[in-house]
Nanobody, 114 residues
């Protein structure tokens, strides 16, 4: 079955950086388009970024130029490099297979605060 394990979150000051990882198993990772989502306290889950199997990427406007999604198919791992972090980026971050229903992982908490 599909398993996704997010990690790499933490507490960082505004302007700082973090790199999130998502280790995938139970499906053919290299063929799948993958998404990052986030959910801030009291808000609905929000799509953040997508990477297609061929490497093309898409981002929500609020993170363009600050976040970079990437993948390592040899390691079945998805990444999200987050730079110039802002307090409004505070959320639990999740990875997901695009256009496929499956249970969410546990997510990884990102807190941006001074």
């Amino acid at each position: 079955q599909v398993q996704l394990a997010e990690s790499g979150g933490g507490l960082v000051e505004p302007g700082g950086s973090l790199r999130l990882s998502c280790v995938a198993s139970g499906f053919t990772f290299s063929s799948a388009a993958m998404d990052w989502y986030r959910q801030a306290p009291g808000k609905q889950r929000e799509w953040v970024a997508r990477i297609h199997s061929g490497g093309s990427t898409n981002y929500v406007d609020s993170v363009k130029g600050r976040f970079t999604i990437s993948r390592d198919n040899a390691k079945n791992t998805l990444y999200l490099q987050m730079d110039s972090l802002r307090p409004e980026d505070t959320a639990v971050y999740y990875c997901k297979i695009w256009l496929r229903a499956h249970p969410w992982g546990q997510g990884t908490q990102v807190t941006v605060s001074s």
